[in-house]
């Protein structure tokens, strides 16, 4: 589909895709499955950027956070331009900002960017206009990992008889991240008066509340057990009088969850509806349960019977002798 075409606009908006990481931690896991923890990364982004091509979107937009700092190597490289390619082969306007893993990558400035991509600067906020989709981006790169001025505080003011996105690699007033970059002031956002803010830092999704219509999308993939939760993209979908509808996108073929067991009594039928809360992986995918306390092995050999194919049940992890 494309804006000739009746329908809704479809923006799909990631963040936190840290190509080149690993996965970590699952060893320490007594019985845990055997996932190449380099491959699966690169498969879940590849995975996410399958779908945005074959599925009919418009633009997409990439909130910071796009390299990994501590992988700064050829294969990530590629694997980025890969998927630029793809968007630009698709006709996918493309805007990224960068994050503070960005800042200290070496790999951004190696990129050669395809017509359609526009990787914003970082010593002012730009903005870029797609007037046959009724869109306008502002967004700012960060060009320092430990940033602390409030960067939306210099976005410009809404362009009027478009959709304004605010595109903004955040920690917000640092409630939900361990590392404070581009702090903002929630009042700042909703002041903006922007459509939607597409933001990028904090690693789950999250609807922050700000006062204004934001988001974080989450990443593309878990960087281990301690990031539970579906993994992929929000996909922006933007009707008539631009009214913008969300729609959370689950991609990534590996997804981590917790399992907590209050009462040995219920365990069963608890099993059952936790395990039937949780979509499917995608084909070839797999989910990993942790559970979160130490759990009698009768119990656990039941929460592996039920799971199902696909889904693997680990015990908690292993804690090293002191």
Not at 78 to 86: N, S
Not at 290 to 319: D, I, Q, S, Y
Request: neutral net charge.
């Amino acid at each position: 589909m494309r804006a000739s075409e009746p329908g809704p606009i479809r923006v799909a908006h990631l963040a936190d895709l840290h190509i080149g990481s690993a996965l970590g931690g699952l060893a320490e896991y007594p019985g845990a499955p055997a996932i190449d923890p380099y491959e699966a990364p690169y498969e879940a982004l590849r995975a996410a950027v399958r779908h945005i091509v074959g599925d009919g979107y418009h633009a997409v937009l990439l909130a910071g956070d796009v390299f990994d700092r501590r992988h700064a190597d050829a294969r990530a490289l590629a694997a980025c331009q890969d998927a630029l390619g793809a968007f630009d082969e698709a006709g996918l306007r493309t805007v990224v900002v960068s994050g503070n893993h960005d800042a200290q990558s070496p790999l951004p400035h190696k990129l050669n960017l395809p017509p359609s991509v526009r990787w914003l600067a970082a010593d002012a906020p730009e903005s870029v206009s797609w007037p046959d989709l009724g869109i306008t981006v502002h967004g700012q790169s960060v060009a320092d990992p430990d940033e602390r001025r409030d960067l939306a505080a210099g976005y410009p003011r809404r362009v009027p008889g478009t959709v304004n996105i605010g595109l903004l690699h955040t920690s917000l007033h640092g409630a939900w991240s361990r590392r404070i970059c581009a702090p903002a002031d929630p009042r700042t956002l909703a002041r903006a008066g922007y459509d939607y803010w597409a933001l990028g830092h904090v690693h789950h999704r999250l609807v922050p509340g700000t006062g204004a219509f934001a988001v974080y999308p989450g990443n593309t993939h878990a960087r281990g057990p301690g990031e539970p939760g579906g993994r992929g993209l929000t996909e922006l979908r933007i009707g008539d009088g631009g009214r913008i509808g969300i729609r959370q996108v689950d991609t990534a073929p590996v997804r981590y969850e917790d399992l907590h067991l209050r009462c040995p009594a219920t365990a069963e039928a608890d099993l059952r509806a936790r395990f039937a809360d949780v979509p499917r992986p995608p084909a070839g995918g797999a989910v990993v349960w942790t559970l979160t306390a130490a759990t009698p092995p009768g119990l656990l050999r039941t929460a592996r019977a039920l799971a199902g194919p696909a889904a693997m049940v680990c015990p908690a992890p292993t804690t090293p002798a002191a």
